[in-house]
């Protein structure tokens, strides 16, 4: 009967909802949206590979969630984030190349090792 729950939860999501927040948990270099309460969550995965470098590996979205725009929440959490602190990114996760290339912002290229 939960589960009934939370699907129907997870059905009515939307991922362009101002309810959406991105976290920034800087111990762990993640970026986290807390999706359907606490019990789920999407998150974009870094490490620093260098003083002012960082890897952006790896975007994870649960299965129930996909195909709803979270991942891009994530991305440009991550892009403002190598922007803001003026740092160089190697871009590893597909989906983060995917989305820099669908938002092509200026200020993302100039923080981007091609």
């Not at 589960?3 to 800087?26: G, R």
């Not at 969630?65 to 996760?93: N, P, Q, S």
């Amino acid at each position: 009967m939960a589960q009934a729950a939370q699907a129907a939860q997870a059905n009515v999501f939307d991922a362009n909802s101002s309810q959406i927040q991105v976290e920034h948990d800087k111990k762990r270099r993640q970026f986290v949206i807390r999706l359907n309460g606490s019990h789920d969550q999407a998150v974009l995965l870094y490490e620093y590979v260098g003083k002012k470098t960082v890897d952006l590996q790896h975007t994870e979205v649960p299965d129930a969630y996909r195909g709803r725009g979270i991942a891009k929440h994530l991305a440009k959490a991550a892009m403002d984030f190598v922007v803001e602190e003026d740092l160089k990114a190697h871009l590893t996760c597909w989906y983060i190349q995917k989305y820099v290339k669908e938002n092509p912002q200026p200020q993302y290229f100039e923080h981007i090792y091609q």
